[in-house]
Nanobody, 118 residues
Framework: QVQLVESGGGLVQAGGSLRLSCAAS????????MAWYRQAPGKQRELVAA???????NYADSVKGRFTISRDAAKRTVYLQMNSLKPEDTAVYYC????????????WGQGTQVTVSS
């Protein structure tokens, strides 16, 4: 199957930066889009940023201009550079991949905690 392993979360002060990474492994024939979602306590999981296999990106309005998603196809890795972090960015961040093993389906990482202190 497919495993997604996230890293890079942690505690940072408001205005600081963090870089998340997510590496995919397993019996993958092809990875289509990859994305980052986040879920804050008591809230629904929301899309933060996504990147297609062709490199097209889209972002939640709340992170535009502060976060940048990128991917290294050869390493099957997606990154999320987060700058000018705010306390409201505090959440568990999840990596998502639309990957083909036999058929295309969504896969999820285990999540990494990002905490921004004021």
């Amino acid at each position: 199957q497919v495993q997604l392993v996230e890293s890079g979360g942690g505690l940072v002060q408001a205005g600081g930066s963090l870089r998340l990474s997510c590496a995919a492994s397993g019996s993958i024939r092809r990875i289509n889009a990859m994305a980052w979602y986040r879920q804050a306590p008591g809230k629904q999981r929301e899309l933060v940023a996504a990147i297609s296999s062709g490199g097209s990106t889209n972002y939640a309005d709340s992170v535009k201009g502060r976060f940048t998603i990128s991917r290294d196809a050869a390493k099957r890795t997606v990154y999320l550079q987060m700058n000018s972090l705010k306390p409201e960015d505090t959440a568990v961040y999840y990596c998502n991949a639309d990957a083909v093993v036999v058929l295309a389906r969504d896969y999820w990482g285990q999540g990494t905690q990002v905490t921004v202190s004021s």
